[in-house]
T-cell receptor, first 112, second 112 residues
Framework: KAGVTQTPRYLIKTRGQQVTLSCSPI?????VSWYQQTPGQGLQFLFE???????NKGNFPGRFSGRQFSNSRSEMNVSTLELGDSALYLC???????????FGPGTRLTVL | AQSVAQPEDQVNVAEGNPLTVKCTYS??????LFWYVQYPNRGLQFLLK??????LVKGSYGFEAEFNKSQTSFHLKKPSALVSDSALYFC??????????FGDGTTLTVKP
């Protein structure tokens, strides 16, 4: 089976712009979660989707949003980018809640 | 609110010696507990999980973890460490609404 894929792998944006990141989960996985990883804050949970429904959301401002499509692919969007949004954004998928998550390689976002 | 604590930023072990990476957690209800590993320049990988049942769970690469409900701990262990085990280890808890919380990570260094 192919692993979790994320596109693009690298992005450079300027403050005020918006960005859309994409994630394709492992085939058959219906749960997709997004995380922000930074050296100072570690791994922070953004949101989790299951069968196109957002079931939970972390403590991030409304500028961070996401969605999941019927084929389980997911996108996350960040609007009005700030310098502090520079981070590695990780997507992870799992079959069910009680299963381990499989992580993609991440999208490295740099905001200038 | 759920939380995960990894009290040691760094653990140093000699090759061949047993290793323990500590984790304590706080969550409402029955926890889903996980360990993940991040090797240098590679993505996060699922190691093992505890859902219910035996308190000692076995995972990949010879790792195991001991669940202790009274101490709310889920320590990662390996009887004999390898230099190739050197990596960053994360403990995580997931609730039944899909929200995941990760610890800050522990860097394991195994010296020959």
């Amino acid at each position: 089976k192919a692993g979790v894929t994320q596109t693009p792998r690298y992005l450079i944006k300027t403050r005020g712009q918006q960005v859309t990141l994409s994630c394709s989960p492992i085939s058959g996985h219906r749960s997709v979660s997004w995380y922000q990883q930074t050296p100072g804050q570690g791994l922070q949970f953004l949101f989790e989707y299951f069968s196109e429904t957002q079931r939970n959301k972390g403590n991030f401002p409304g500028r961070f949003s996401g969605r999941q499509f019927s084929n389980s692919r997911s996108e996350m969007n960040v609007s009005t980018l700030e310098l502090g949004d520079s981070a590695l954004y990780l997507c992870a998928s799992s079959l069910q809640l009680e299963d381990g998550q499989y992580f993609g390689p991440g999208t490295r976002l740099t905001v200038l | 609110a759920q939380s995960v604590a990894q009290p040691e930023d760094q653990v140093n072990v000699a090759e061949g010696n047993p290793l323990t990476v500590k984790c304590t957690y706080s969550v409402s209800g029955n926890p889903y507990l996980f360990w993940y590993v991040q090797y240098p320049n590679r993505g996060l990988q699922f190691l093992l999980k505890y859902i219910t049942g035996d308190n000692l769970v076995k995972g990949s690469y010879g790792f195991e973890a001991e669940f202790n409900k009274s101490q709310t701990s889920f320590h990662l262990k390996k009887p004999s460490a390898l230099v190739s085990d050197s990596a960053l280890y994360f403990c995580a808890v997931r609730d039944n609404a899909g929200k995941s919380t990760f610890g800050d990570g522990t860097t394991l260094t195994v010296k020959p």
